[in-house]
């Protein structure tokens, strides 16, 4: 029931506890010289107690904290808590896991937020400007290298550059060759790819390209190629890193810089007025770079032999004592987080300046940005090396003492060989299930496609369809290591699959369905599982661990296309039923 009020009484509540100030009360005192001139004031220096500073400090640091905290304390509580109850083993070195883990929260916080501050201002500034100050040509090479730089940006690609440490040269002479001498290789591959891509992307927003093409011209070679590559038995065990690459490169700096970039030329054209402006570009960032890797793969392969490789490691071992002061940590992480942010940030500022010839807005604040991006590089590497990778590693070696023996684990396997795989499969489920469902680019993802659908594809939806995609895809690529499956056994049928529903599929639901396995790789789950992974084939012996990131990202493309199916399916029928009514 409404109320009504009388004004006054409203003016007499809404001043209780005012108080009034003059406002001469506030300005100093005027004065004067000798002359009677007034002397021109100067205002008192503001002087902060040490609480205050708290005060207007702790709002702005509180949210952006436990947006990370979000991120990563679940998963490490779940890991840890499976571990103690499910394994019944405790968690060793958990003080030098939980500084690492704290390291990641703070340097992804500071990463996170100099992105925002410094970075994204200047690719949403070139990519409004570029295209009316330069000709396509030019800003095709220009694209082609922000997806090069980008891609050296990208928090999870320092798990790609750890990872060859596990990796048994003995065993995959290839696969160690290109995780440890030729890792800055492989990760450049992986940067043309993403270039590529970018360009890609960029004509499709100005040509009004159909994804269903682009992805049939990606999809086909690519698997043509791992067929090729399947029946080598050196390089078919480098095919999971292959699959994994395209996981790493969708992370939280090349998509929202290379998508600025593209977006901004298509507005310029006038092209960016579809629904589906931005979509897509995703999906070939993660393309292409398999493609590259796999390419690579056949040229080392003709440059050197498995016997090569093999004598040269062995003839160049040492002990860690040896290495260079850059190669030990914490150096090497700093060098690592310079070399990734440095770079670009001086190919953004020599376009903006020598190409565009404009100025660089807010100076202070894009420094501020700058400085936070370095430090929180450098800062969750550090928390890389001795937290994700650590707890990880230990998780996945300690897994397979469900089902079979070994040799760390008293009375193992802890429960009978179906039972502890059921275990296993369902502990790679809720940890991709919920890994995805808290990603926060996920959520933003929800809503706009609830919202290009009008409703008809509902936000929490979307999140499950895409989460128990990822949750399968985990599963069955922990079946993969446990099993020895080949991982081709696996993709080739996936993606088979994912063709045939993207012929019968609709534009809008192709679009959201191939990007949306993007989504999910974020800078936390990406390291975190392939740790995982390689620390469980590690356990069972396997010779790699790689391929569960490629089935993470199959899954959810499948499972949101069959559900956009379904839900087209519902909106038809409501459609006929609504005629049938009409015409009755």
């Given amino acids: 029931m409404e109320k009504h009020i009388r004004f006054g009484t409203y003016i007499k509540e809404a001043s209780r506890h005012h108080i009034y100030l003059s406002y001469n009360a506030l300005i100093p005192r005027l004065t004067a010289d000798a002359a009677g001139n007034p002397l021109r004031q100067q205002a008192a220096k503001v002087r902060f107690r040490h609480i205050d500073i708290y005060r207007l400090i702790m709002p702005y640091i509180r949210r952006r904290l436990w947006d990370q905290i979000k991120a990563v304390l679940p998963l490490a509580v779940y890991l840890a808590l499976f571990q103690l109850v499910i394994l019944r083993q405790g968690v060793a070195d958990y003080g030098l896991i939980t500084g690492g883990l704290i390291a990641v929260i703070l340097g992804l916080m500071l990463f996170m937020e100099g992105l925002k501050v410094g970075l994204m201002p200047f690719g949403e500034r ?4 570029l295209p009316g100050r330069c000709k396509l040509p030019a800003v095709l090479i220009i694209i082609f290298m922000l997806g090069v730089g980008v891609t050296f940006a990208e928090p999870a690609i320092g798990a790609l550059q750890t990872a060859g440490a596990i990796v048994d040269v003995s065993s995959a002479p290839y696969l160690y060759i290109l995780l440890n001498d030729w890792a800055a290789v492989l990760v450049t591959v992986v940067g043309i790819g993403v270039g590529l891509a970018a360009i890609t992307g960029t004509l499709r927003f100005l040509y009004g390209w159909s994804l269903k093409p682009v992805i049939y011209a990606t999809v086909i070679p690519t698997v043509g190629l791992s067929v090729h590559i399947m029946f080598d038995p050196e390089l078919a065990k480098m095919l999971g890193l292959a699959w994994d690459c395209g996981a790493v490169t969708t992370g939280p700096v090349t ?8 977006i901004g030329i298509a507005a310029t054209a006038g092209k960016a007025h579809s629904s589906l402006s931005g979509f897509g570009i995703v999906t070939l960032a993660s393309l292409f770079p398999i493609l590259g890797v796999q390419l690579l793969a056949l040229f080392l392969s003709v440059s050197m032999t498995p016997a090569e490789i093999v004598e040269n490691v062995t003839s160049l071992a040492g002990d860690v004592s040896q290495l260079g002061w850059y190669q030990k940590t914490p150096w090497k992480e700093t060098l690592m987080g310079l ?16 190409v565009l010839a404009e100025q660089i807005k807010n100076r202070l604040l894009t420094a501020y940005g700058i400085s936070l991006c370095v430090l929180g590089i450098i800062i969750f590497n550090i ?25 760390l684990i008293d009375n193992s396997p802890l429960y009978s060989f ?10 790679a489920w809720l940890l991709g299930f919920g890994a995805t469902l808290a990603e926060p680019a996920l959520n933003a993802l929800g809503l706009t496609v609830e919202n290009l659908t009008n409703g008809a594809f509902a936000k929490s939806l979307l999140m499950y369809a895409v989460s128990v995609g990822v949750g399968t895809g985990i599963g069955i690529g922990i079946m993969k290591i446990i099993f020895t499956i080949p991982i081709a056994w696996l993709l080739l049928p996936g993606y088979a699959i994912a063709l045939v529903l993207t012929y019968f599929s609709t534009e809008e639901f192709v679009n959201i369905a191939w990007d949306s396995a993007g989504v999910t790789t974020g800078p936390v789950t990406v390291p975190l599982v392939l740790a995982m992974g390689l620390g469980f084939g590690d356990a069972v012996g396997a010779v790699e661990g790689f391929g569960i990131l490629s089935m993470a990202s199959i899954g959810p493309i499948i499972s949101v296309m069959c559900t956009g199916l379904w839900v087209r399916w519902k909106v038809e029928r409501r459609h006929r039923m609504s005629a049938t009514e009409a015409l009755a």
């Fill in 383 to 407: 928390g890389l090396t001795y937290g994700l990778n650590h707890l990880g590693g230990q998780s996945g070696g300690l897994i397979p003492a469900a089902f079979t023996h070994i040799e």
């Fill in 418 to 427: 179906t039972m502890g795989l059921l275990i296993a499969f369902i502990f």
């Fill in 126 to 129: 070139i990519g409004a400007i």
């Fill in 339 to 354: 070399r990734a942010i440095v770079p670009l940030i001086l190919f953004l500022y020599l376009v903006l300046r020598l």
């Fill in 255 to 262: 998509v929202p810089l290379v998508l600025a970039l593209g």
